[in-house]
């Protein structure tokens, strides 16, 4: 069973409001995902970290989205100003060290922008 | 361009069965194999992987088959339960990268 623990479970946000999500790594764990996955079941991947370090991103030319993974602290995605399209399961995930090693899930942050 | 492909979109078989679940790739810098099993409302759960060095990965019930020159695999579910009835993801990864790219999905439903 994963022991990745996201939070909150459920998320309701109204357009234009600001959309937070929390996730912690199974202990041990360096390396933390993030992806999107939508009404059809398709992944998106957003961005991973190693430790505090960003090691890749996706274009977010809107801007509208940030994440970091602070020491002794929760790691964060954050939406800055909600649009009906980002809602979506939002999954975090950890891996040892997330060159081709077991990648665990969370259960997800379920965002709905109404 | 879709880098990985899963078919079929949705299997039926009746418990008991082995249950067959296809997965095919683009990328030959792909090396490494997971399958995840995700049930409604939950977040996806690593059953199995391979990575390309082999062709067989046997754990319980599951086995992947790996055809690195044909660039499939396969997912074969053995005495198939109900309680197996989920969406199943192949997904693909490099080890430059570790970010996974997954298929969209196979819908298994197990007949009691």
């Known amino acids: 069973n994963s022991k990745v623990i996201q939070t909150p479970r459920y998320l309701v946000k109204g357009q234009g409001q600001k959309a937070k999500m929390r996730c912690i790594p199974e202990k041990g764990h360096p390396v933390v995902f993030w992806y999107q996955q939508n009404k059809n079941n398709e992944f998106k991947f957003l961005i991973n970290f190693q430790n505090q370090e960003v090691l890749q991103q996706i274009d977010m030319t809107e801007k509208r989205f940030s994440a970091e993974c602070p020491s002794n602290s929760p790691c964060s995605l954050e939406i800055q100003s909600s649009e009906a399209g980002d809602s979506a399961l939002y999954l975090c995930?950890?891996?040892?060290?997330?060159?081709?090693?077991?990648?665990?899930f969370g259960k997800g942050t379920r965002l709905t922008v109404v | 361009q879709q880098q990985v492909r899963q078919s079929p979109q949705s299997l039926t078989v009746w418990e008991g069965e082995t249950a067959i679940l296809n997965c095919s790739y683009e990328?030959?810098?792909?090396?490494?194999f997971p399958w995840y099993q995700q049930f409604p409302g939950e977040g996806p759960a690593l059953l199995i992987a391979?990575?390309?060095?082999?062709d067989k990965k046997e754990d319980g019930g599951f086995t992947i088959f790996f055809n690195k020159r044909e660039k499939n695999l396969s997912l074969h579910i053995k005495d198939s339960q109900p309680g197996d009835s989920a969406t199943y993801f192949c997904a693909a990864s490099h080890t430059n990268t570790g970010k996974l790219t997954f298929g969209d999905g196979t819908v298994l439903t197990v007949k009691p």
């Open positions: 990328n030959s810098a792909f090396d490494y």
């Open positions: 995930a950890s891996s040892p060290t997330g060159a081709n090693t077991e990648v665990f």
């Open positions: 391979i990575r390309s060095v082999s």
